[in-house]
C-alpha cells in the first residue's frame, strides 16, 4: 500500500481574468476558480495507480480559503482526503516559496509518502516550475512530463517524450513525477462521489505556523521573484503584406518568418548557407 | 578592483532545435551585456563536446567552462545540478539563461531551488536595466497575457527563454574566446532518476484539433488536384489540412477537415490560409490561432485583413513555390 | 434565503457543464438532426449518477438536494435539451414516485435498477383524449387473480422508445364500483406491453418519445404503486415535482441561447461593426439576461421550499411557466439577433428554438399552470 500524494491547484477560469493593473496582481477572490486542467491527470494518474497497487492519496494545495473546493473535487474524483494549506502570509508565493511550504506539509502531514505527483503546469502562470522544485525541497527524484508510470516493489519506470526523445527513467521510492497531459485522461465526477466528498470528508487545514513557517525564517521560505505587472499581449496584428511574384514570395516569406516557424515545429529550417 | 560581471548561458545542445535556442540566448546574453558591461559566458558539459565550444564560441560566447567526461555522455539532469551548483557558487554570475526546451524547463527550476534564488519560466521578452536588474517577460494565461518578473534580493537571476523569440548572432569564425577546460568534479551524484532506455521520437499522432500548424484551403485552390498539395506543405510542417465549406461540399477534402461554426474549431500556433475569403461561419472556427498567414489574390479579403502575414498571390502557384522552398531549407 | 451558490452547487455545475460540453455538444445536433437516442454518452453517465440524482445512498443515488438536481438538467439542456430531457423525466417523474409512494418491496426491486440507470423510465399518463384533462383516462385495468389486466394506448411519452420500466396510469374499478386511476409499474418485457414507433417531433428529437400499447398485458398485483385509486394523487404530486424539473430544463435552453447570442452578436460584424454595438442588440441582450436570471431564482426558490419539506405545488408551477416562457422568448431573440443564420440548422439556436417550444406544453401547458397557480392563489383565505 502506498502513500501517494498529489499537489492539485485552483486556477482562475480562464473567460474571466479580473486582476489588478496598479499591483499587477490578480484579484483571485473575484474570479471562479476551478482545478487547475492538469492536476486532474496528476489525479487520475494516482487513482489509476491506485487501482493496480493499492493506495492512499492525499490531495494536497495551497491557496485561498476557497481553494478547498478543488480538494473536494479530487476527493469526489476518489482520493482519500485532502490538505489545505491556507495563510494570507504565503499569498503571492513564488515557486520557490511554493514548493518550500509544499515540502514541508508533505513531510509534516505524510512523512511516510512514497510517491508525489504534480501536474506538468499550470494554466494560469504556467511555470511548470513547482514539480521540480518540490523535488529539491524534499531532496528526491523526479521525472517531468511522464505519459506512463509502472511499479514494481519500490521502483518505478516512467515512460515520457522530451525533446523529442522517448525515454524511459527508473527511480526508487520515494520520488516525484509531473504527469503529462497526453495520457492519463482524466474521469469525470460523479455526483454521488460530490455528495460524498461534502459529506464528512476528510480535510485538514494547515497554516504557515503549523508548517513552522515563523516570519523569522521568511527569508528562507519567502518569494525570490516578483510580478511587477501584468498586462494583456497586444492584439494588433502586423498584417504584414507580400506581393510579387510566387516563387520571389515564397523566398521572402521564409526568410522573415523560418526561424519562427521552425520553432514551433521543432524542425530545422534554414537557407542555404551564403558563401 | 570590483568582480567582472558575468552572463551565463547554460549549452543544452542534445539536438539541433536544442542548440538552436542556446545559440539564440548567446546573441541576447550579447545585448544584455552590453548594457550593464558583462561578460558572455557559456557553460558546456557532456563528452567529445569541442563542436560546441568552437559554435559557442563563434556565436557570440567570450568564455566557454567546459567540462569534458565520458561519464557525460548522455544528458543527466542531476549531474548537471551537481556540476552547475559548483561553477555558479565558485564563480557567482549575476544572470543565468537557460533554454526553455523540456529539458532547460526541468532542469532550470532544480537549479534555481538549489542556489535558493528565483526563476521565470518560458520568457518572451529579456531586458536589462543599467543597474543590471533583469526583467522577465512570461506568458501566462495561455498565451493572452504577459506578466513583468524580476529578482530583486536574490543572485544569479535566473530566467528559461523560449525558443523562437531571439535571433541568433551569425557566426563569426575568427571570434576568440576564453576557453577553460576544467576536471570533472570528483564525488558527482549516482543519478537517482536512472535512464533505462531512450531513442529519438516519430512524430506524436494528432487530431486537427490540436495540431500546432494547419494547412487550409478554400475555393481558391481552384480545384481537387491543387487541394491535394496541401496536405504536402502539412506534412512537412508536420501539421494538419484543414477545409471551408464549399471545399467540402465539392468532394476536395472530407468533412472531418471542415473549419468553422459548422465543423471544428482548431487552435494551431501556425495558420496557413490559401485561397480563403474569410467568411464568418468559417473563421468562427478560428478563435485562437496564434499566427495567420493567408495567400489570396484579393488583398481585400477579409482573411487577408485578419491575417499576421498577407501573400498577395495566386493560392497554387504560391504554394508549390513554398513547398519547394522549404524542402531546400529543412534539415534534421 | 441565499442567493450565491455554494460550493457544492459550484461544483455540480461546473461537473454537469463539463460533461456536456465534453460529450453532447459535439453530437447535440446531429442527434437532433437523425433523431438517435445516443446510447453510449447515456451509458457513460449511468456511471456518474445522472440517473439516481435524488435517489437516497443506500439505493445507489447521489442524494443531491432539489436545487443541485435542477442544476444539473440545466446544464444539460444548456447543450442539449433532448438528454436533459430524457434525465428530468427519469428522476423528476419516474423515479420520484417511487421515493414517495411505492413500499418497501417496490423500492428494493427498482430503486436500484432505476438509480443506476441500467433500467430507464417513464412516466406515461397522457393518451390520445386525455391531455391536458388527466383525469379522462381510458386505460382500463381489470383485476383478475393476482394480476391486473392492462389495455389501452399511451401516447407521448418521453424515453417511451428505450424505457426499461414506465408508470402507466389506467383505470381500476373499486369496491365501490366507481372508475378511479392507478398507477402500474410495467416492465419491459411484460407480454401485451408494445412500443409505437417513435414520434417525428419539432424538437427534442433526440429523445426516443413514443406511443406505448397495451394488449391484455398482465401486471402483477404487486406492480400496483400506492394504493387502488391512488392515480390522482400520484399523478398531482408526481407532476409538482416534474414541473421543477421542467422549470430547470427552459432555464437551460435559455441560457444556452442567451450565451450563443451574446458570441455571435459580438463576431458578427455589419455596417463595419460588430452587432452587438447595436442598441437594438444591446436591448434584446439585455432582456435575454434579466429574464433568465430571473427564471433561474423563481426555480431555485421552488426548489429551496421543496427541501425545507414546505408545500411547493405552486411555485413550481410558477417557475414552471415563467421559465418555459423565458426560454421561448429568449430563443426566438436568439434566432433573430442570428439573422439568417439562426434560421439554419448549422446554428445551434435554431434547435434551441425547436426545443424551446415544448416546455410550455408538457408536463402541463401553460394555460393549466395558470389555472393551478390561480386556483391555490384563490384558495387562500382572506383575512
Ligand atoms: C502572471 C504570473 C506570473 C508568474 N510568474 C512566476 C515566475 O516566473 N516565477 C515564479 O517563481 N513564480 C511566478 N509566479 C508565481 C506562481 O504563480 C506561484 O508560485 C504559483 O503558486 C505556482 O506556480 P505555477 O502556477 O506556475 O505552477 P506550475 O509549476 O506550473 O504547476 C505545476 C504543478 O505544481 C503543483 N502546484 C503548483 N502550485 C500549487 C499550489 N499552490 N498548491 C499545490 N500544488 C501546486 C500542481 O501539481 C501543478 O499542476 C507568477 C504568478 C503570476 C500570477
Ligand atoms: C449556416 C451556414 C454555416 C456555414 N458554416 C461554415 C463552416 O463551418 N465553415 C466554412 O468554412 N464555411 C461555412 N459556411 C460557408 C461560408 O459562409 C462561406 O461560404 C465559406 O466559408 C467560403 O469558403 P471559401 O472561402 O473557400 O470560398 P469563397 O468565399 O468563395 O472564397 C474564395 C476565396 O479565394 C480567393 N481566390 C480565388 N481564386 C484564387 C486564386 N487562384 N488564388 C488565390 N486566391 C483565390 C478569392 O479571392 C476568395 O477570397 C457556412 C454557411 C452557412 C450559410
Ligand atoms: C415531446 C413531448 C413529450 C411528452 N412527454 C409526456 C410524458 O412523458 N408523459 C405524459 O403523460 N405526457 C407527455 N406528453 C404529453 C403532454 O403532457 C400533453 O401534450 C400536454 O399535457 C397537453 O395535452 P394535449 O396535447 O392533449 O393538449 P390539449 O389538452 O388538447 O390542449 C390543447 C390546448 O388547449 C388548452 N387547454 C386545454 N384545457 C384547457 C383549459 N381547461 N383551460 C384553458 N386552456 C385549456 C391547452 O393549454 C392547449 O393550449 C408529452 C408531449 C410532448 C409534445
Known amino acids: 500500500m502506498f502513500n501517494i500524494v498529489v499537489c492539485i491547484k485552483q486556477v482562475p477560469m480562464v473567460t474571466e481574468l479580473p486582476w489588478d493593473e496598479k499591483t499587477g496582481t490578480l484579484k483571485r477572490e473575484a474570479a471562479a476558480g476551478m482545478m487547475n486542467p492538469a492536476c486532474k491527470h496528476a489525479i487520475e494518474a494516482a487513482l489509476q495507480l491506485r487501482e493496480l497497487y493499492g493506495a492512499s492519496i492525499t490531495v494536497m494545495t495551497m491557496g ?82 511522464a505519459e506512463h508510470i509502472d511499479i514494481s516493489g519500490r521502483t518505478m519506470r516512467v515512460r515520457r517524450l522530451v525533446d523529442n526523445f522517448r525515454e524511459t527513467l527508473e527511480m526508487d521510492f520515494p520520488a516525484l513525477v509531473t504527469v503529462s497531459m497526453e495520457r492519463y485522461k482524466p474521469r469525470y465526477v460523479s455526483f ?57 514570395a515564397a523566398a521572402e516569406f521564409l526568410d522573415r518568418y523560418q526561424r519562427s516557424i521552425s520553432a514551433v515545429i521543432g524542425r530545422a529550417i534554414e537557407a542555404k548557407k551564403q558563401i | 578592483m570590483t568582480k567582472q560581471k558575468s552572463i551565463w548561458v547554460f549549452g543544452d545542445y542534445r539536438n539541433y532545435f536544442q542548440n538552436r535556442v542556446t545559440l539564440q540566448l548567446l546573441s541576447k546574453a550579447v545585448d ?22 568552437m559554435e559557442y564560441t563563434a556565436h557570440g560566447a567570450d568564455r566557454i567552462l567546459s567540462i569534458d567526461h565520458p561519464s557525460l555522455t548522455s544528458y543527466s539532469t542531476e549531474h548537471y545540478l551537481a556540476l552547475m551548483q559548483q561553477l555558479v557558487t565558485q564563480r557567482d554570475p549575476d544572470i543565468i539563461l537557460i533554454g526553455a526546451t523540456d529539458f532547460g524547463r526541468e532542469f ?172 464568418i461561419q468559417h473563421t468562427a472556427g478560428l478563435g485562437e490561432a496564434n499566427f495567420i498567414v493567408a495567400v489570396n489574390k484579393n488583398p481585400q479579403a477579409t482573411m487577408m485583413k485578419m491575417a499576421d502575414v498577407a501573400v498577395t498571390a495566386d493560392a497554387g502557384d504560391f504554394l508549390n513555390n513554398l513547398i519547394r522552398e522549404l524542402k531546400k531549407r529543412i534539415r534534421d | 434565503m441565499q442567493f450565491n451558490p455554494c460550493m457544492k452547487h459550484k461544483l455540480i455545475r461546473a461537473s454537469a457543464r463539463h460533461f456536456a460540453e465534453t460529450e453532447l455538444a459535439p453530437i447535440a445536433a446531429e442527434i437532433d438532426q437523425h433523431r438517435i437516442f445516443p446510447r453510449d454518452v447515456i451509458a457513460r453517465m449511468r456511471q456518474l449518477n445522472y440517473f439516481g440524482l435524488q435517489v437516497p445512498a443506500h439505493y445507489g443515488g447521489a442524494a443531491l ?107 381500476t374499478s373499486l369496491p365501490d364500483a366507481k372508475l378511479q386511476s392507478s398507477v402500474f409499474i410495467v416492465e419491459d418485457g411484460f407480454e401485451g406491453f408494445l412500443r409505437g414507433e417513435l414520434e417525428d417531433l419539432c424538437g427534442m428529437r433526440a429523445n ?139 446554428y445551434d439556436v435554431e434547435r434551441y428554438f425547436r426545443d424551446a417550444k415544448v416546455t410550455e406544453i408538457y408536463e402541463g401547458t401553460s394555460e393549466i399552470q395558470r389555472m393551478v397557480i390561480a386556483r391555490s392563489i384563490l384558495s387562500q383565505p382572506i383575512l
Open chain 3, 65 to 171: 438536494d432539489s436545487i443541485s438536481a435542477a442544476i444539473v438538467v440545466e446544464e444539460l439542456s444548456r447543450v442539449c435539451a433532448a438528454i436533459g430531457l430524457c434525465v428530468t423525466v427519469h428522476n423528476g417523474v419516474a423515479v420520484y414516485p417511487f421515493l414517495q409512494f411505492a413500499d418497501d418491496r417496490q423500492k428494493e426491486k427498482y430503486l436500484f435498477r432505476l438509480a443506476s440507470g441500467e433500467d430507464i423510465g417513464a412516466f406515461s399518463l397522457t393518451e390520445a383524449n386525455a391531455g391536458s384533462d388527466a383525469g379522462s383516462v381510458e386505460t382500463t385495468a381489470v383485476r383478475n387473480g393476482g394480476s391486473y389486466i392492462l389495455n389501452g394506448t399511451k401516447i407521448f411519452v418521453t424515453n417511451g422508445g428505450v424505457c426499461n420500466i414506465a408508470l402507466i396510469f389506467a383505470l
Open chain 2, 32 to 53: 544584455l551585456a552590453g548594457v550593464i558591461g558583462a561578460e558572455v559566458c557559456a557553460v558546456v558539459v557532456g563528452h567529445n563536446i569541442e563542436e560546441w565550444i
Open chain 1, 64 to 145: 485561498p480559503p476557497s481553494a478547498e473546493e478543488v480538494l473536494r473535487e479530487a476527493i469526489a474524483m476518489g482520493a482519500n482526503r485532502g490538505v489545505l494549506i491556507c495563510d494570507r502570509l504565503l499569498a503571492g508565493s513564488d515557486t520557490y516559496a511554493t514548493s518550500f511550504a509544499l515540502g514541508r506539509a508533505v513531510k509534516k502531514e505524510i512523512p511516510d509518502h512514497d510517491l508525489i505527483l504534480c501536474g506538468a503546469y499550470t494554466s494560469d502562470s504556467e511555470t511548470a516550475q513547482v514539480g521540480p522544485q518540490l523535488a529539491e525541497e524534499l531532496n528526491i527524484p523526479a521525472a517531468a512530463y
Open chain 3, 208 to 346: 426516443p418519445v413514443s406511443s406505448l400499447f397495451f394488449e391484455d398485458c398482465r401486471v402483477p398485483e404487486e406492480n400496483l404503486l400506492g394504493k387502488p385509486g391512488d392515480g390522482m394523487k400520484i399523478g398531482l404530486s408526481t407532476l409538482d415535482n416534474g414541473r421543477i424539473g421542467v422549470a430547470a430544463q427552459a432555464l437551460g435552453i435559455a441560457q444556452g441561447a442567451m450565451e450563443a447570442s451574446v458570441k455571435y452578436a459580438r463576431e458578427r460584424q455589419q455596417f463595419k461593426k460588430p452587432i452587438a454595438s447595436q442598441q437594438t442588440i444591446q436591448n434584446y441582450i439585455a432582456d435575454m439576461a434579466t429574464e433568465t436570471m430571473a427564471a433561474r431564482l423563481m426555480l431555485y426558490r421552488a426548489c429551496e421550499l421543496k427541501d425545507a419539506g414546505a408545500p411547493f405545488g405552486c411555485e413550481a408551477s410558477m417557475a414552471k411557466l415563467y421559465c418555459s416562457s423565458v426560454a421561448s422568448k429568449v430563443t426566438s431573440l436568439a434566432v433573430q439577433i442570428h439573422g439568417g443564420y439562426g434560421y439554419s440548422k448549422e
Open chain 1, 192 to 248: 454521488a462521489g460530490l455528495s460524498r466528498s461534502f459529506d464528512g470528508a476528510d480535510i485538514r487545514e494547515l497554516n504557515a505556523q503549523d508548517l513552522g513557517m515563523m516570519s523569522a525564517d521568511l527569508d528562507a521560505c519567502g518569494s525570490r521573484t516578483r510580478v511587477r505587472r501584468v498586462f494583456i499581449r497586444k492584439t494588433a496584428k502586423e498584417n504584414v503584406r507580400i506581393t510579387g511574384a510566387a516563387a520571389v
Open chain 2, 108 to 279: 532550470a527550476p532544480r537549479l534555481a531551488k538549489r542556489l535558493q534564488t528565483g526563476l521565470s519560466a518560458d520568457c518572451v521578452g529579456l531586458d536589462i536595466t543599467p543597474e543590471g536588474l533583469l526583467i522577465q517577460t512570461a506568458p501566462s494565461f495561455g498565451g493572452n497575457m504577459l506578466a513583468e518578473i524580476v529578482t530583486e534580493m536574490h543572485r544569479p537571476q535566473m530566467a528559461t527563454v523560449r525558443p523562437g523569440i531571439f535571433k541568433e548572432i551569425p557566426h563569426d569564425y575568427e571570434r576568440t574566446a576564453i576557453v577553460e577546460r576544467l576536471p570533472l568534479p570528483s564525488g558527482l551524484p549516482v543519478p537517482r532518476a536512472r535512464v533505462i532506455e531512450y531513442e529519438r521520437a516519430v512524430q506524436r499522432e494528432h487530431t486537427i484539433e490540436n495540431a500546432t500548424v494547419i494547412v487550409c484551403g478554400g475555393r481558391g485552390m481552384g480545384n481537387k488536384n491543387n487541394f491535394k498539395r496541401l496536405s504536402e506543405l502539412a506534412g512537412l510542417l508536420g501539421g494538419d489540412v484543414g477545409a471551408t465549406r464549399p471545399v467540402v461540399y465539392a468532394g476536395w477534402a472530407g468533412h472531418n477537415a471542415l473549419v468553422g461554426q459548422a465543423g471544428k474549431h482548431i487552435k494551431p500556433k501556425i495558420l496557413f490560409s490559401f485561397g480563403i475569403s474569410g467568411a
